[in-house]
C-alpha cells in the first residue's frame, strides 16, 4: 500500500472537507530525514488506516501550501481535524512517537 | 513477533545490525530485529554513500539500508518497528521490552548506533526545527538564500559548510580552536569558497524570537559578537545511544560499549557492533565487518 500524494486542487477536499482526520507528511525527495519517515508513514496508513485518513504533500510541488502552513523544517507532520490543523510534528524519532502524538490527539 | 524465544534479538537496524542478522539467519538461527524507524540507521540520511565497496558509482544511504534489510529478511530475519524502551542482558534468557510487547532472546546484538551531539544550551531543543538542525544534507535547502551559522571543525562541519556555501546567502563556521580537524578533501574547495571562519569561539546562546534570528559567539579572550542567522548547524559529533545499557553492559567514559574486536561486551550473550562500540574508525563498512564478526562469536556462545 502507497501513501496518497496530495496534488495542489485536492488539498481543499481531500484534507480540509474530509471527514475522518487527516494525517499530512510534508517531506521532499532530497531530505534524508523524510526518507527514513516515510516508511513508517506508510505502515501507519496500513494500521490505523480506517481510523485516519494518510497523506503526503511534497513542499517542492505544493509551495504555496507549504508557506501558509509555515513549513520550515521537513519532514513535518500535521493532523488536520475539521479543516483546521489541530497538531503538528517536527521529524519525530520514531513509528512509536508518531502513534504517541495521534493517541495524545485522541485519533487512535 | 512469531516465536516466544528467539536466538538473538538485534536492537537497531543501520548496517551493523542487519550485517549480523544476515550472518546469524544464515546461519540457521532465528533473528528478530528492532527498528525504532526505518533501515539504515544513520547512513539512511545519506544521499550518496562513495566509499562502501561494490557501489562504483555510489549508491544512495537510504536505498543501501532497504537491501540490507531485504537481503536478510531473504534468509529468514524478521524485523519489527517498535521502540525498545528497556532491556535486562544479565540473565540467560535476555529480556527487551518494547512498545508493543516483550521480545526474548537467548543473545543479543547491540547495534543502536549514535547520534548528533546538540551544542547543550538549555534553548536548543525547543528550537531544532525552528533554525536548529543537524543535517545540512537534510535541511540545507530550508535556507536557501539565507544567512546560516556551522557550528564545529571536523570533517562533518567542513562538509555541510562547503555544501551549505553552495545553497546560502551566507555561510559562518564557528569553531572553538584556530584549525580544522578535516580532511584534505575539504580544506583546498574551503579556502576557495565563501565561507567566513569564526576561530576560537565557541556559541554561546542561540537568539530566538519565534524561529532563530542569530547566535551570541564568545572567544577565547571572553569577548562576545552577535551574528545575525536564520540557521544553526551543529555539526560537534555524536554520541552513542546507550543510555538503555546503562548498569548493564560496560560503556567508556564517552558512553560507547566497550567491546574489543570479538564484538563481545563484559555479559555473555551480548555483543556490540557497529557505532555504538569502542573502535577507531566508524563508517558503513566497519559496522557491517562488526556485524559478520558478531554472528560467528554467536554462534560459538550458543552452540
Excluded at chain 1, 480540509?16 to 499530512?24: A, D
Excluded at chain 1, 531530505?31 to 501507519?44: D, H, N, S
Aim: negative net charge; aromatic residues 8%.
Amino acid at each position: 500500500m502507497s501513501v496518497n500524494a496530495i496534488e495542489k486542487t485536492k488539498f481543499q477536499t481531500e484534507v480540509l472537507e474530509s471527514e475522518k482526520p487527516v494525517v499530512v507528511d510534508f517531506w521532499a525527495p532530497w531530505c534524508g530525514y523524510c526518507r527514513r519517515l516515510a516508511p513508517a508513514v506508510e505502515r501507519l496508513e496500513a494500521e490505523i488506516g480506517s481510523k485516519v485518513t494518510v497523506a503526503k504533500a511534497d513542499i517542492d510541488e505544493l509551495p504555496e501550501i507549504a508557506r501558509q502552513y509555515e513549513i520550515d523544517t521537513i519532514p513535518t507532520l500535521i493532523l488536520f481535524q475539521d479543516g483546521k490543523e489541530a497538531d503538528r510534528v517536527v521529524n519525530p524519532p520514531s513509528q512509536d512517537a508518531v502513534e504517541e502524538w495521534l493517541k495524545t490527539n485522541q485519533v487512535i | 513477533m512469531k516465536r516466544d524465544i528467539y536466538d538473538v534479538a538485534v536492537i537497531g537496524g543501520g548496517p551493523g545490525g542487519y550485517t549480523a542478522a544476515l550472518y546469524c539467519a544464515r546461519s540457521g538461527l532465528s533473528v528478530l530485529v528492532l527498528e525504532k524507524m526505518s533501515p539504515g540507521g544513520q547512513m539512511a540520511t545519506t544521499s550518496v554513500v562513495d566509499n562502501y565497496p561494490g557501489f562504483e558509482e555510489g549508491i544512495d544511504g537510504f536505498e543501501l539500508g532497504e537491501k540490507m534489510q531485504r537481503q536478510a529478511e531473504r534468509f529468514g530475519a524478521e524485523t519489527s518497528f517498535v521502540n525498545v524502551t528497556a532491556v535486562d542482558l544479565k540473565q540467560d534468557i535476555k529480556t527487551i521490552e518494547t512498545s508493543k510487547g516483550q521480545v526474548k532472546a537467548r543473545a543479543v546484538v547491540l547495534a543502536t548506533g549514535a547520534s548528533p551531539r546538540e551544542i547543550g544550551l538549555p534553548e536548543e531543543p525547543s528550537l531544532r526545527g525552528r533554525g536548529v538542525a543537524y543535517c545540512a544534507t537534510c535541511d540545507g535547502m530550508m535556507y536557501r538564500d539565507k544567512t546560516v551559522v556551522v557550528v564545529g571543525g571536523g570533517n562533518s562541519a567542513a562538509a555541510d559548510a562547503l555544501y551549505l556555501s553552495k545553497i546560502c546567502k551566507k555561510v559562518y563556521l564557528v569553531h572553538r580552536r584556530d584549525t580544522l580537524r578535516a580532511s584534505k578533501v575539504y580544506l583546498e574547495p574551503l579556502k576557495n569558497s565563501s565561507v567566513e571562519f569564526i576561530w576560537n569561539s565557541q556559541v554561546k546562546e542561540i537568539l530566538h524570537e519565534k524561529k532563530v534570528t542569530g547566535v551570541v559567539v564568545e572567544d577565547k579572550k571572553g569577548h562576545r559578537k552577535e551574528i545575525l542567522c536564520d540557521g544553526v548547524f551543529a555539526a560537534i559529533g555524536r554520541i552513542p545511544d546507550t543510555k538503555l545499557f546503562i548498569g548493564q553492559t560496560e560503556l567508556d567514559s564517552q558512553g560507547y560499549i566497550l567491546a574489543d574486536e570479538t564484538t563481545r561486551t563484559n555479559l555473555p550473550g551480548v555483543f556490540a557492533v557497529g557505532d555504538v562500540r569502542t573502535k577507531p574508525l566508524r563508517q558503513v563498512v566497519t559496522a557491517a565487518s562488526d556485524g559478520a564478526v558478531a554472528s560467528h562469536f554467536i554462534e560459538e556462545y550458543l552452540a
